[in-house]
């Protein structure tokens, strides 16, 4: 199957500090990839849909503003999340869509557990 | 997206099969049903999507009814490797994958 990339696996960051979580398609271009957020016992939550060469789409809720993403190639975005605090402190995953819309078959990465101190 | 309903959690022993049903009662005629499996702390692993009658693969088998309102995991002879935490989806095309709470497999020695 397609082989997802994602990195760092896990960081741990100070309060208002800046993190930048990397997610690369390795064999397959993405013109779309997904980034999820899962707390502890907790299901997966879509955060926002990546778009290859245009702005993210964010689901109600997700400040923009502090999780940027950026999907300047077919196989990479990025997820930043700005000023971290203790309560962004959680399992970040990315998905890259494989191409075939009727069956939107969506691989994942591996996740970055983020912690802020 | 259709609403998806599957047990909380299931027990078993190694080398018996394990089988999940989901409900997908609004399940559109264009949706494909698909099946991810998540370990913890990593991220869900495409296991096996269907859009009528059985499929099979070299990990499960899926079968779905004709009327397709629910859908059934069935993973053969299990080890203690296939604890986890099964998702059900439904969805096609565009749509954003939406994670139910999933069904935690718990298989005992």
């Known amino acids: 199957g397609a082989v997802v990339s994602q990195h760092p696996s896990w960081v741990i960051c100070k309060s208002g500090t800046s993190v930048k979580i990397e997610c690369r398609s390795l064999?397959?271009?993405?013109?779309?990839m997904f980034w999820y957020r899962q707390f502890p016992k907790q299901s997966l939550m879509l955060m926002a849909t990546?778009?290859?060469?245009?702005?993210?789409?964010?689901e109600q809720g997700v400040e923009k503003d502090k999780f940027l993403i950026n999907h300047a190639s077919l196989t990479l975005s990025t997820l930043t999340v700005t000023s971290a605090h203790p309560e962004d402190s959680s399992f970040y995953i990315c998905?890259?869509?494989?191409?075939?819309?009727?069956?939107?078959?969506?691989?994942f990465g591996a996740g970055t557990r983020l912690s802020v101190l | 997206l259709a609403k998806t309903t599957q047990p909380i959690s299931m027990d078993s022993y190694e080398g018996q099969e394990v089988n999940i049903t989901c409900s997908h009662n609004?399940?559109?005629?264009?949706?494909?049903i698909t099946w991810y499996q998540q370990f913890p702390s990593q991220g869900p692993r495409f296991i096996i999507q269907?859009?009528?009658t059985k499929v099979t693969n070299e990990v499960a088998s899926l079968f779905i009814p004709a009327d397709r309102k629910s859908s059934t995991l069935s993973l053969p002879r299990v080890s203690l490797s296939d604890t986890a935490v099964y998702y059900c989806?439904?969805?096609?095309?565009?749509?954003?994958?939406?994670f139910g709470a999933g069904t935690t497999v718990t298989v005992r020695a």
């Open positions: 998905s890259a869509r494989v191409a075939d819309l009727a069956k939107n078959i969506q691989y």
């Open positions: 064999d397959f271009q993405a013109t779309t």
């Open positions: 990546s778009n290859e060469g245009s702005k993210a789409t964010y």
């Open positions: 609004n399940i559109a005629t264009n949706d494909y």
């Open positions: 269907g859009y009528k």
């Open positions: 989806l439904v969805g096609v095309g565009d749509y954003k994958l939406s």
